[in-house]
């Protein structure tokens, strides 16, 4: 999951970064509003983490365009404000939820989990590829109920992969999933990871399919073979 996180508190933005990327996630952090609709109009994410006070362009103001220009994106609203109209406010024009601040991170991850559900109804906690799991409560996966433990990159490949819902993925959406806006993306390197991801997923019945022109693809083996 790729977050963008909009908090003009340095101080507090990098602590919510470190914490979630130590998750695994890949965030990346704005303190403008202006700049953070700039780039959820150029980039792909999967989660906006809110501040309402923002410089330049209010956070109700960033998320009333998100809104409508038609961006589904999922919005957790973060603030200091605990006020009954205001969180009123930012739900009926469209946050997906409201937290106040000081954010407890345990609490954050239950609301972001349960906003992935919200996106694969029916699925309930599990995502399924053959004998492939992944538990969205916990973000791990296991193979025939024997945990497949994958550093960091390599679990954003697979759980990208796995949330297509038996789509492909191209590999620049691949790269903008595991690479922040302050590192070096490289086509390579996704290469190198799917091709690990390859071997350690050998003992499943699940493959990653490279379809040329178009990108990759995770799907059962057929039986028999590959």
């Given at each position: 999951m790729k977050i963008l996180l909009v908090e003009d508190n340095l101080e507090l933005a990098q602590s919510l970064a470190e914490l979630l990327r130590q998750h695994a996630f890949v965030v990346d952090h704005v303190d403008r509003g202006d700049a953070a609709d700039q780039l959820l109009s150029q980039s792909h994410y999967d989660l906006l983490l809110l501040d309402l006070n923002l410089p330049q362009l209010s956070g109700k103001a960033l998320l009333r365009r998100l809104r409508e220009r038609g961006d589904s994106l999922p919005v957790i609203v973060l603030t200091a404000s605990d006020s009954l109209d205001q969180k009123v406010l930012c739900l009926e024009i469209g946050?997906?939820?409201?937290?106040?601040?000081?954010?407890?991170?345990?609490?954050?991850?239950?609301?972001?989990?349960?906003?992935?559900?919200?996106?694969?109804?029916?699925?309930?906690?599990?995502?399924?590829?053959?004998?492939?799991?992944?538990?969205?409560?916990?973000?791990?996966?296991?193979?025939?109920?024997?945990?497949?433990?994958?550093?960091?990159?390599?679990?954003?490949?697979?759980?990208?992969?796995?949330?297509?819902?038996?789509?492909?993925?191209?590999?620049?959406?691949?790269?903008?999933?595991?690479?922040?806006?302050?590192?070096?993306?490289?086509?390579?390197?996704?290469?190198?990871?799917?091709?690990?991801?390859?071997?350690?997923?050998?003992?499943?019945?699940?493959?990653?399919?490279?379809?040329?022109?178009?990108?990759?693809?995770?799907?059962?083996?057929?039986?028999?073979?590959?």
């Amino acid at each position: 999951m790729k977050i963008l996180l909009v908090e003009d508190n340095l101080e507090l933005a990098q602590s919510l970064a470190e914490l979630l990327r130590q998750h695994a996630f890949v965030v990346d952090h704005v303190d403008r509003g202006d700049a953070a609709d700039q780039l959820l109009s150029q980039s792909h994410y999967d989660l906006l983490l809110l501040d309402l006070n923002l410089p330049q362009l209010s956070g109700k103001a960033l998320l009333r365009r998100l809104r409508e220009r038609g961006d589904s994106l999922p919005v957790i609203v973060l603030t200091a404000s605990d006020s009954l109209d205001q969180k009123v406010l930012c739900l009926e024009i469209g946050a997906d939820d409201y937290l106040v601040k000081p954010v407890e991170v345990r609490e954050l991850l239950a609301r972001m989990q349960a906003i992935a559900r919200r996106q694969m109804p029916g699925r309930e906690n599990q995502v399924r590829c053959g004998n492939l799991q992944l538990d969205l409560r916990t973000r791990l996966f296991s193979v025939a109920d024997e945990e497949l433990a994958l550093p960091p990159r390599e679990r954003s490949v697979l759980e990208a992969l796995m949330l297509q819902n038996g789509s492909a993925l191209p590999k620049q959406r691949l790269m903008d999933v595991i690479y922040g806006m302050d590192e070096e993306a490289s086509a390579d390197a996704v290469d190198l990871y799917v091709h690990r991801l390859r071997k350690k997923l050998q003992a499943s019945d699940t493959t990653i399919m490279t379809l040329r022109g178009v990108g990759y693809l995770l799907k059962q083996k057929l039986a028999g073979g590959d």
